[in-house]
């Protein structure tokens, strides 16, 4: 029974490891957008969520709030894509929502999040939205966006090796399970045939 607790232990860490990163690795696929985006007060900022084409046709929308489960809706598609400063346009060709917010201010900066509505599980991923006094050219604007989706390609790179080697200490745990329960069932299969031996002398 000892040894059965302990196997459990060992397999089912590594399984929940793999099975969180397998969904991160697949929600990222499906769905991208930067980590973070910093605009300047008064300004506008654009936000570009990028899709695999299977949801060209579902309904997308921007939201806000540091926990998606609760948070508010500020744009949606195909209804209320204009909501007070934001706005929100799907480009189904490209695989693309766009969200634009204008006129910026303290109360804007938050968690947002870019989601795919469907049945089951929704698909989305978060974007925080920063704000600067300073102004800010276009080349500064271009080298931080270089700079930010070599982010986020690192990151997903990251995560891919971290997906590998957790199914390598899967499929090490479970060798290592298969070797501790065969050797158990050598011991018993020694200790069975010394009792019989010790029966018969």
């Known amino acids: 029974m000892r040894t059965s607790g302990i196997s459990l232990t ?3 860490a590594p399984v929940f490891c793999l099975f969180w990163l397998t969904k991160h690795a697949v929600d990222s696929a499906q769905l991208s957008a930067p980590d973070v985006v910093t605009g300047v007060y008064g300004g506008s900022v654009t936000i570009r969520c990028q899709y695999n084409q299977q949801f060209r046709e579902y309904e997308k ?3 806000k709030g540091q926990i998606y489960e609760w948070c508010k ?6 209804r209320m894509k204009y909501s007070d ?6 480009d189904k060709e490209a695989g ?3 969200v634009t917010m204008t006129s910026l201010t303290e109360s804007d900066k938050d968690m947002y999040w870019c989601v795919i509505s469907r049945q089951g599980r929704n698909v989305y991923t978060g974007v925080r939205l920063r704000l600067s006094h300073a102004v800010m050219t276009t080349t500064a604007t271009t080298t931080a966006n270089i700079l930010e989706q070599d982010g986020i390609s690192w990151w997903a790179t990251l995560r891919w090796i971290l997906f590998i080697f957790m199914l ?3 499929v090490s745990t479970h060798v290592i399970v298969w070797r501790i329960n065969a050797t158990r069932k050598i011991q018993l299969q020694q200790e069975f045939q010394h009792q019989n031996s010790n029966i018969y002398n």
């Not at 400063?85 to 799907?90: G, L, N, P, V």
Request: proline share 4%.
């Open 10 to 12: 060992f397999f089912s």
């Open 61 to 63: 929308y921007w939201c």
């Open 73 to 78: 809706v500020v744009v949606r598609t195909p």
């Open 85 to 90: 400063r934001s706005s929100i346009e799907d």
């Open 96 to 98: 693309v929502f766009t």
């Open 168 to 170: 390598f200490c899967l």
